[in-house]
């Protein structure tokens, strides 16, 4: 079964400072990997993708996120942090077709709170 | 364009009632799919339905149904309500069927349903 971990409930920065949201997740084959944020009273918005390819992701708002197969990892990166950055972060996993579940799952999120 | 969109935002109910929730995709999207957000978790994938088809069902009761309409809107029907199905109902649509893997979906605003 795939699953996902993020192992920082919270996570504190401050503003200008470079911000990661770290995550891991198990696949029987090749993942499908994304990253979703949601503010409060609202649904969830979504950010970026790893399909295949360049393991360097390029998304919305400045965010990035780095996919490394050896570690299992696909963090969430910015380079400066703004204030209004600050919100809950909920990483994805869908296994390729054929090798399992076409369902996404979720990790249980982190809440990134960005310090003026 | 107008993305996705649920209604009602906010519902409150009593144990054993029913309730229906209401989304529309996307425009140009054929593919919906649930989600059940409890507070301080991920969201967890309830169906996924494609050209009006059930093509997915997550780990939820019978009490729990969905339809899709011709015009690719859905509704999610939980029977016999529970407390502990109070939790924010999220929809989310895809232009094609999610379980290709790539896909994104797009999430709506979301239901929070409360039950008394």
């Known amino acids: 079964a795939q699953s996902v971990a993020q192992p920082e409930d919270q996570v504190n920065v401050a503003e200008g400072n470079p911000l990661t949201v770290k995550c891991t997740y198990s696949?029987?084959?090749?993942?499908?990997l994304f990253w979703y944020v949601q503010y409060p009273n609202r649904g969830l918005q979504f950010l970026l993708k790893?399909?295949?390819?360049?393991?360097l992701v390029k998304g919305s708002y400045g965010f990035e996120a780095e996919f490394n197969k050896s570690q299992t990892s696909f963090h969430l990166k910015k380079p400066s942090a703004l204030v209004s950055d600050s919100a809950l972060y909920f990483c994805?996993?869908?296994?390729?077709?054929?090798?399992?579940?076409?369902?996404?799952?979720f990790g249980k999120g982190t809440k990134l709170s960005v310090i003026p | 364009d107008a993305g996705v969109t649920q209604s009602p935002t906010h519902l409150i109910k009593t144990r054993g009632q029913h309730v229906t929730l209401r989304c529309s995709p996307i425009?140009?999207?054929?593919?919906v799919s649930w989600y059940q957000q409890v507070l301080g978790q991920g969201p967890q994938f309830i169906f996924q339905?494609?050209?009006?088809?059930?093509?997915g069902r997550g780990n939820f009761p019978d009490r729990f149904s969905a339809r899709q309409f011709p015009n690719y809107s859905s509704e999610l029907n939980v029977n016999a309500l529970l407390l502990g199905d109070s939790a924010l109902y999220l929809c989310?649509?895809?232009?094609?069927?999610?379980?290709?893997?790539?896909?994104?979906?797009?999430f709506g605003p979301g239901t929070r349903l409360l039950v008394l």
């Open positions: 989310a649509s895809s232009f094609r069927y999610a379980g290709q893997g790539q896909e994104t979906q797009y």
């Open positions: 696949v029987s084959g090749n993942p499908y």
């Open positions: 790893y399909i295949t390819g360049d393991n």
């Open positions: 994805a996993v869908r296994d390729r077709p054929g090798a399992g579940s076409y369902q996404l799952t």
């Open positions: 425009s140009g999207h054929k593919s």
């Open positions: 339905y494609y050209e009006k088809e059930e093509r």
